[in-house]
Every structure is written in structure tokens, then in C-alpha cells.
């Protein structure tokens, strides 16, 4: 640590050092934007709006490792260029049709993001890791999007003895050894004749390409109604929920799905403890899943007490609802909770559905 003996007697003080090494050339990072729009109502009851925009991030203040040897903390320094473009609508309607009123907006953005620079002493960022392995498990790359998934991919499950001893190199060795019936097949894409950390890739997406929501506001005499719900498209999430390095801990419920024999599973491998395949002690495409979702957020009904009644009572106003928040959620995702910001799921506890009853009185 920091603190330090001093005197005859050793009396141990607090010392203070840096944390990290000074970067005397780290700057602010600089962002520019471009937007081109347009708002218009149109045939009485719609409205539109268009937006384009591109906007670069120049300098993008990041983390430079290390070798350990070094002693203090990483320093942090302006090593890499991004770009998002994109567009966004949003489109609304609005009637009266006798009692009912109602009001309908909905909006859609699409975005690209992609890192054009990386300083040039280095080829890549190296991103989030998993487990006491320190298992990466994304990355950032000139051309692809910032902090994308960094795997192997696979290409199905062994079914066979037969299977496994067909999937050689060009000497005829084996490409995996260690694998039997039931462990998954991984690619050798460089070709190079052995599997390694050389043969990982890009392996998934956690940025969102499309993002949406609705919006429902109508009433009808005294009743009147709120419906909110979002959601998103184009995006990936890593499944890292189980500890790999932990043999006997829970296993997700998908698991009762796994391969057990000839035919039984293309996508689950088997179950073994010492896992000599390394079928889950590697970040791969079987981690990777779908993270489209859209969820109904906030339903709310309400109904106001008639003015004549309120007169009555000396009230001015009086209402009463009911709502419900994180009603439901549609996805294909098999974890707690498919909205997580970066796209690494390591347990993220789900968003509560709950219910409110309450009243607004104006005296």
C-alpha cells in the first residue's frame, strides 16, 4: 500500500501517491454535428418530423493498457475516432370523433455506428472481460462498431465419433482433440490449421440499429387513457448470467434442452463437468442472442368525477386511476431482462412490473 514506517518507534502514516500515470497530451474529446429537419402538419390532424444527422466523435478519451510491470494504474489518453449516423421520425395523429378524443405519436431512429480511427500504435481496444479468467469478451476495431462482441463462432454440434474425426486441417490433424459427441464444433477462421485466440471474431452487435415507441393518450366523457410502450431491434446480448469457472452452479432453464445424444440438440451442447471442449469456457457466438424486445411500459385508466357532483362537495376536481408499469414484454431473449446498457447480461435483475391505485383531488 501507500502508508510507510518512520522514526525510531515505526509509526506507520499515511503516504499518497498517484493512482495513475499523467497524460500530459489527454484533451477534451470534440464533437461535431450535423442535423437536417423538417416539421410539418398536414391534412389537419398529422404531424411529421424528419431529422438527419451525422456526428463524428474525434478523440474518444479510453483506458491505455498496460504491461503490469508498469506500477501505477493504466493512464487514459485520446486513441480513437467514431461516426454515428442515422435518421429519426416521428409521426402523430389527433381526432375528435363525438365524445372520443384521441391522440397517436409514434416515433422510429435508425443509427450506425462505426469506429473510423484508433491510434496507431495499436489494432484494436480491448473491451469488457468475464470471470477470474479475465475472458475477453468484446472489443473495438477501426470499421466495426464500438464495443463489439469478440468470439469464436460455431458451426453446430458434433453428433457423432464420425463428425469429430472429420474435422481436420490440411495435414489431416485433428482441429480439436479434446472434443467428443456433443461439444460444440468451432471454426478455424484463418485457416491456419490450428484453434486458437487468432481465429476469434465478430460475433455480435450491443448497439441497437433501430430504437422505437408509441405513445396513446384518448379520453371519452369522463374516462380517459395513457399507453407508453418502447422498444428496440438490431442489437445483440451476451448471455455471461452463468459462471463458467463455477461447475455446480444453476444452469438456465434451457439447459433441459441439451444435447444427450445423436440428434437430440443442434445448438446446446452436453453437459460435463471438466468441459474438455471448452464449450462454455469460451466467449463465442453461443453466448450471443437476439436482444430485439418491445415492452409495454406504462397503461394507465383514469375517470373523473362529474362537475356537477363535485359542486356539491366544494371540490373543484377529482380524479381517480389505476396504472400498471412494465406490463408486459415481448422477446425472444431467454434471460431476466433484455434492456441492459452495453449488452452484457451478467444478472441484471429485471424491471419490477407493478401496479398503482391512486386519487387527484383539487380542493
Do not use: C
Not at 500515470?21 to 416539421?39: C, H, K, M, T, Y
Not at 370523433?97 to 469506429?115: A, H, M, P, R, W
Not at 452495453?342 to 387527484?360: C, E, K, S
Amino acid at each position: 500500500g501507500r502508508n510507510y514506517s518512520f522514526g525510531v518507534n515505526d509509526v506507520l502514516v499515511n503516504g499518497v501517491a498517484p493512482n495513475s500515470a499523467s497524460n500530459p497530451d489527454v484533451r477534451w474529446e470534440e464533437q461535431e454535428q450535423i442535423n437536417i429537419g423538417l416539421d410539418m402538419r398536414f391534412l389537419r390532424h398529422f404531424s411529421l418530423t424528419l431529422d438527419y444527422f451525422d456526428k463524428p466523435t474525434d478523440g474518444i478519451l479510453q483506458i491505455v493498457r498496460s504491461p503490469l510491470l508498469f506500477g501505477q494504474g493504466d493512464p487514459t489518453a485520446n486513441i480513437s475516432d467514431m461516426n454515428n449516423t442515422g435518421f429519426e421520425i416521428e409521426l402523430g395523429y389527433e381526432n375528435k370523433i363525438g365524445d372520443f378524443t384521441f391522440d397517436i405519436q409514434g416515433n422510429l431512429s435508425y443509427v450506425k455506428n462505426e469506429v473510423k480511427f484508433i491510434s496507431n500504435e495499436i489494432d484494436f481496444l480491448t473491451g469488457d472481460r468475464f470471470g477470474p479468467q479475465g475472458l475477453e469478451v468484446t472489443r473495438t476495431s477501426v470499421g466495426l462498431p464500438i464495443g463489439y462482441f469478440f468470439g469464436y463462432q460455431t458451426d453446430g454440434i458434433f453428433q457423432n465419433d464420425a463428425e469429430v474425426a472429420a474435422h481436420v486441417n490440411a495435414d489431416g490433424n485433428l482441429l480439436q482433440p479434446d472434443a467428443a459427441p456433443g461439444d460444440f464444433k468451432f471454426l478455424d477462421l484463418n485457416g491456419d490449421g490450428t484453434l486458437d485466440d487468432d481465429d476469434r471474431t465478430f460475433i455480435g452487435d450491443p448497439t441497437p440499429t433501430w430504437t422505437y415507441g408509441f405513445t396513446l393518450n384518448a379520453s371519452w366523457r369522463n374516462f380517459d387513457m395513457i399507453l407508453f410502450g418502447q422498444g428496440v431491434w438490431g442489437n445483440n446480448l451476451m448471455n455471461l448470467t452463468r459462471r463458467f469457472d463455477l461447475p455446480f452452479a444453476n444452469y438456465g432453464g434451457e439447459a433441459l434442452g441439451r444435447w444427450t445424444g445423436e440428434g437430440t440438440s443442434t445448438n446446446y451442447p452436453r453437459l460435463i463437468l471438466d468441459d474438455p471442449n471448452r464449450n462454455f469456457n469460451r466467449s463465442s457466438d453461443f453466448h450471443v442472442h437476439d436482444g430485439a424486445f418491445m415492452r409495454i411500459k406504462t397503461l394507465q385508466i383514469g375517470y373523473n368525477i362529474p362537475k356537477d357532483v363535485l359542486n356539491r362537495i366544494g371540490i373543484q376536481a377529482a380524479k381517480f386511476y389505476i396504472s400498471g408499469n412494465n406490463l408486459y414484454t415481448f422477446t425472444k431473449y431467454k434471460g431476466f431482462e433484455p434492456e441492459i446498457i452495453g449488452g452484457i447480461d451478467r444478472g441484471i435483475y429485471p424491471q419490477a412490473r407493478f401496479y398503482l391505485v391512486g386519487t387527484n383531488i383539487t380542493f
